[in-house]
């Protein structure tokens, strides 16, 4: 008789990965705005000599090693978080000089490198959506979970919050149908039942207590004051698509070559965002918040995916602070939908 087990190989996702994940992100849009925003400023100062020059795409595969070693040679739980921030700065300054890697002349300036940078960012935003969404309640991974929280025991941060969270993870790891499974986790949830009464309170982190004080920020200033606001941003937002739509449809050849060879791509796009957006103000005043918000949502969702990705290759630099302008609208109308609508 064969009493070997089968080894279990599938792939577990690992407790707030997507915390990790989106530290990354929002460290890597960051760190491209923030190196052209220097460069610009300071003219693209440069270290070297007649003969070397340390491009900044070097630092950023040096900050892209380090956060690969740290998850591998260490096991706290603040190594994750660090290579999360560290891996965000490396691919910043290394994409930022796309530029140069895909052209004959080492061009940094070359037009469609801030859009290839964009439509990279949004494909990652993409997966990082899927990967959120992605949930189970499977007992392997749920003795994952417990396990890697135990480790806040040997640093003494174990807090009541999250044993109520193992406790969660080792209650579906109960009703695991392989037998040492199911027992390592009773044994650990006795541990846990008996160790409650010396636990902390409860202590968010700077980054959930800053979040938490922002949304009662926004709560504060009340649902009709918060109403006005987004009837504001609707407005004004449809008045400035207009005004772009009678742009590209009057203006003769004075107006930028990049944009009468996009001109009818360009307009298709406008015209459907300010359709999108013709419909989101009119609903959202005949008191129809719910299905006002959709639209307004999806205009701002096809700007930011269709009509940014060109502006960056038209405009460059410049189409930064359009696109951070419609990432806050964007933020506002979102907010609305999460503080006041179900």
């Known amino acids: 008789m064969n009493n070997e087990k089968t080894k279990i190989r599938s792939i577990v996702r690992r407790e707030h990965a997507d915390g990790y ?48 070693l740290l998850p591998l040679a260490m096991a706290n739980r603040w190594a994750l978080q660090l290579s999360a921030i560290l891996s965000g700065l490396g691919i910043g300054l290394f994409i930022d000089e796309v530029g140069k890697f895909i052209t004959q002349a080492n061009d940094y300036f070359f037009p469609p490198a801030l859009s290839l940078i964009y439509g990279f960012f949004l494909i990652c935003v993409f997966f990082y959506l899927l990967f959120r969404r992605s949930s189970s309640n499977e007992p392997r991974r749920a003795m994952y979970h417990a396990l890697e929280g135990l ?123 300010g359709t999108l957006m013709f419909i989101a103000v009119i609903t959202w005043f005949l008191e129809d918040e719910t299905r006002g918000l959709k639209f307004g949502i999806s205009g701002f969702l096809v700007s930011l995916i269709t009509l940014q990705l060109h502006y960056f290759y038209i405009s460059q630099f410049a189409a930064i602070t359009t696109t951070l302008l419609q990432l806050t609208f964007l933020l506002v109308l979102l907010s609305y939908r999460r503080f006041y609508l179900k």
């Open 21 to 68: 994940l989106l530290t990354s992100l929002v460290v890597f849009g960051a760190t491209v705005i923030f190196t052209r925003l220097f460069l610009q400023l300071t003219g693209f100062p440069q270290i070297g000599n007649s003969v070397l020059h340390i491009a900044h795409a070097l630092w950023g595969g040096l900050l892209l090693f380090v956060a690969v």
């Open 151 to 273: 480790q806040e025991i040997l640093d003494g941060d174990m807090d009541k919050r999250e044993a109520g969270l193992i406790e969660s993870h080792l209650e579906v790891a109960k009703r695991s149908d392989r037998e040492e499974l199911a027992s390592l986790a009773s044994v650990l949830s006795e541990y846990l039942e008996r160790e409650k009464g010396q636990l902390l309170l409860a202590e968010h982190s700077n980054w959930k207590r800053s979040v938490k004080n922002l949304d009662s920020l926004g709560q504060r200033i009340g649902r009709r004051t918060h109403h006005t606001i987004v009837s504001g941003i609707l407005i004004f937002w449809l008045a400035l698509i207009v005004g772009y739509i009678a742009i590209l449809v009057l203006a003769g050849p004075s107006i930028d070559d990049l944009v009468i060879q996009w001109r009818a791509v360009l307009l298709v796009i406008q015209v459907t965002i």
